[in-house]
């Protein structure tokens, strides 16, 4: 079946530009997850979905970050405002958040760049 | 806090075994998971640990010691095509968000 998709691929923006990237995850699953990848580092969470329960915004680093969820479904993060250190690998993962053995299913990342 | 750690590189031959090490700060922490990701790639599950001891998986094995507060990714038979990228991760607080290590960047040499 189809996997976790994101768009853009690619995404080249102007400093204080806004941005909205967005994630389709796999059907049925609860669970959807946005993290962050700067080059050769690991990945920082950002937002955790789960249902109908309000969102895990723990890991978003400013205001002008933000995310949405529509309908159980897909997922739109938005940065306002970009600036230089915004520039990352963007990515989106759901699971169906049956217990802690959570096997989490990525996308294929946006790649923000932002001159 | 909660934080992994694990050495950011390794090198091996291939044909060999390689095992990649991961301590953890233990407050909150629920289990360990493990993932791969290749240059360019998305993350993909390995494996998970929620209890002590050994899990085999093929030719991956990992291994979790909450006592020590520590793990390992043990790769069998490398083959060219394990280069890449693993990263330790844990679930923490019941929460489904996962904290990652830094990576270890595993290249396979002929």
């Known amino acids: 079946g189809a996997g976790v998709s994101q768009s853009p691929s690619n995404k080249v923006t102007e400093k204080g530009k806004d941005v909205e990237l967005r994630c389709d995850p796999i059907?049925?699953?609860?669970?959807l997850y946005w993290y962050r990848q700067s080059l050769g580092q690991g990945l920082e969470f950002l937002i955790y979905?789960?249902?109908?329960?309000?969102?895990?915004k723990s890991g978003l680093p400013s205001d002008r970050f933000s995310a949405e969820r529509t309908g159980g479904s897909v997922s739109t993060l938005t940065i306002q405002r970009t600036q230089q250190e915004d520039s990352a690998v963007y990515l989106c993962?759901?699971?169906?958040?049956?217990?802690?053995?959570?096997?989490?299913?990525f996308g294929p990342g946006t790649r923000l760049t932002v001159l | 806090g909660q934080s992994l750690e694990q050495p950011s590189e390794v090198t091996a031959v291939e044909g060999a075994i390689v095992q990649i090490n991961c301590t953890y700060q233990?407050?909150?922490?629920?289990?360990l998971s493990w993932y791969q990701q290749h240059d360019g790639g998305a993350p993909t599950f390995l494996s998970y640990?929620?209890?002590?001891g050994l899990e085999e998986t093929g030719r991956f094995s990992s291994f979790l010691s909450r006592s020590d507060s520590y793990g390992y990714l043990l790769l069998q038979e490398l083959q060219m095509k394990d280069s890449a990228s693993y990263f330790c991760?844990?679930?923490?607080?019941?929460?489904?968000?996962?904290?990652f290590g830094q990576g270890t960047e595993l290249s396979v040499k002929p």
């Open positions: 993962a759901s699971s169906l958040r049956t217990g802690h053995r959570d096997e989490q299913f």
């Open positions: 059907s049925g699953h609860t669970a």
């Open positions: 979905f789960q249902g109908n329960s309000a969102p895990d």
């Open positions: 233990t407050s909150g922490f629920y289990g």
């Open positions: 640990n929620a209890l002590d």
């Open positions: 991760a844990g679930p923490y607080n019941q929460g489904g968000k996962l904290i």
